[in-house]
C-alpha cells in the first residue's frame, strides 16, 4: 500500500463478510470489527468496535435476502461511520437493491432505485461502488462519485476455453445485448439476441431469435438470475439449431427455489458461472453452478482510491 495521511479501513456488513474478509486480505489489512444484532421484536442494531476517526472507510454490503434488512443495516452502518468522525465513507454494494425498479414502467409506480440512491447519499457515504448493476443510468441518480465495475473479466476466463470455441453468446433480451456485445468482442464469438416480453414481474415469454445459433454451443449471458425465467429460452434456442449443452454467465446469483430446481432437472445445463458478489445459501448449493471471486477486482479499486490512482481502465470498469 502506498502511504497516505488517512488510514485504510475495510468493514464488512453481515450479509457477505467472506467476501469482506477476501477483499481486505487482498489489501493487507485486517477486516475491521464490528456488531450487527437482530433485536427480538426485529429491529436491527449496528456498532462500530473499534475506532474509526479520520480513516478511510471502506464498507461492504451486498443486499442479499432479506433485502430490507441489508439495506437497513447498510445505512445504519454509513450513520455510524459518519458519526464517529471516519474521515470518508464509501460504500462498496456489490449487488445493488431494486436495480430493475428504476423507471415508471407504469403510473403512479415509486422509481424505488432512486430511493434507494438518495438513502445511502443522506446517510454518509461519499462514494458508491458496485458490480453490473442492471441499468447504468442509476449511476446518474447519485451526487457523489461511483464507480461501476464489470464482472465480465472475471466470468470470460472459464468461458475461453477450446471446449467453447463453436459457441455463440446468448443474450436474453434486448435490454442485455450491451451486456452480451462485450462478451462477445472479448472472447471472439457471434452474438445472438432473443426478444421477449414480460408478462409480470415472474413471468416473460420468448418471441424469437435475431441471429444465426445453429450448431452452435449456447453461452447465455444475464446481469443477475432469480426465479430462472431465463431458462425458459432454452427451447426456442434449441429449436432454432443450437447444439450441446447450454452455459449461463451470471454476475448475481439470487437464485431462487424455483431456478435451482432447473439447474439440477435440465440436462441441457451443463454449467451456471456466477460470482460471489452475493453468497451462495446451502439450499443453493449445487454441482453446476460454480462461483468466481471479484474480491481481486474490488481490492484493486479500492487500492486505486485509497491511493489516489486512476481506475478507468478498460479491464475495471463497465
Same mark, same amino acid.
Given at each position: 500500500m502506498v502511504s497516505n495521511r488517512h488510514p485504510l479501513a475495510v468493514f464488512s456488513g453481515a450479509t457477505n463478510r467472506a467476501l469482506g474478509q477476501a477483499i481486505a486480505?487482498?489489501?493487507? %489489512?485486517?477486516?475491521?470489527?464490528?456488531?450487527?444484532?437482530?433485536?427480538?421484536?426485529?429491529?436491527?442494531?449496528?456498532?462500530?468496535?473499534?475506532?474509526?476517526?479520520?480513516?478511510? %472507510?471502506?464498507? %461492504?454490503?451486498?443486499?442479499?435476502?432479506?433485502?430490507?434488512?441489508?439495506?437497513?443495516?447498510?445505512?445504519?452502518?454509513?450513520?455510524?461511520?459518519? $458519526? &464517529?468522525?471516519?474521515?470518508?465513507?464509501? *460504500?462498496? %454494494?456489490?449487488?445493488?437493491?431494486?436495480? $430493475?425498479?428504476?423507471?415508471? &414502467?407504469?403510473?403512479?409506480?415509486?422509481?424505488?432505485?432512486?430511493?434507494?440512491?438518495?438513502?445511502?447519499?443522506?446517510?454518509?457515504?461519499?462514494?458508491?461502488?458496485?458490480?453490473?448493476?442492471?441499468?447504468?443510468?442509476?449511476?446518474?441518480?447519485?451526487?457523489? @462519485?461511483?464507480? *461501476?465495475?464489470?464482472?465480465? @473479466?472475471?466470468?470470460?476466463?472459464p468461458l475461453a476455453a477450446p471446449e467453447y470455441a463453436k459457441a455463440a453468446i446468448v443474450s436474453p433480451d434486448v435490454g442485455r445485448a450491451k451486456m452480451a456485445g462485450q462478451y462477445a468482442t472479448k472472447l471472439g464469438l457471434p452474438l445472438v439476441i432473443m426478444h421477449k416480453r414480460r408478462q409480470s414481474f415472474s413471468s416473460t415469454t420468448a418471441s424469437h431469435v435475431v441471429g444465426d445459433i445453429c450448431g452452435l454451443r449456447p453461452i447465455i449471458i444475464d446481469d443477475l438470475i432469480a426465479g430462472g425465467s431465463i431458462f425458459g429460452e432454452l427451447d426456442m434456442l434449441y429449436d432454432a439449431g443450437a447444439e450441446g449443452t447450454a452455459t449461463f454467465a451470471v454476475t448475481h446469483p439470487v437464485l431462487l427455489p424455483t431456478a435451482i430446481r432447473r439447474i439440477e432437472e435440465d440436462e441441457r445445463i451443463a454449467r451456471v458461472y456466477v460470482t460471489n458478489t452475493l453468497p451462495l445459501s446451502p439450499t443453493q448449493m449445487c454441482s453446476k453452478i460454480v462461483s468466481l471471486s471479484v474480491a481481486p477486482l474490488i481490492a484493486e479499486v479500492v487500492r486505486r482510491i485509497h491511493n489516489g490512482e486512476s481506475i478507468s481502465d478498460r479491464l475495471v470498469l463497465a
Open positions: 486480505d487482498l489489501l493487507g %489489512v485486517e477486516l475491521g470489527k464490528s456488531t450487527t444484532t437482530r433485536l427480538a421484536d426485529s429491529e436491527i442494531h449496528v456498532e462500530l468496535d473499534e475506532v474509526v476517526r479520520d480513516k478511510d %472507510v471502506f464498507f %461492504v454490503q451486498s443486499c442479499s435476502a432479506p433485502v430490507n434488512d441489508s439495506l437497513v443495516e447498510l445505512l445504519f452502518y454509513l450513520d455510524a461511520f459518519r $458519526r &464517529a468522525s471516519a474521515h470518508s465513507v464509501s *460504500a462498496i %454494494v456489490p449487488y445493488f437493491p431494486y436495480a $430493475r425498479q428504476e423507471r415508471m &414502467a407504469r403510473g403512479r409506480e415509486s422509481i424505488s432505485a432512486r430511493v434507494v440512491a438518495d438513502a445511502i447519499e443522506q446517510s454518509g457515504a461519499r462514494r458508491i461502488i458496485y458490480v453490473d448493476i442492471h441499468n447504468s443510468a442509476i449511476q446518474g441518480f447519485f451526487r457523489i @462519485p461511483g464507480d *461501476a465495475l464489470s464482472a465480465i @473479466p472475471i466470468l470470460c476466463e
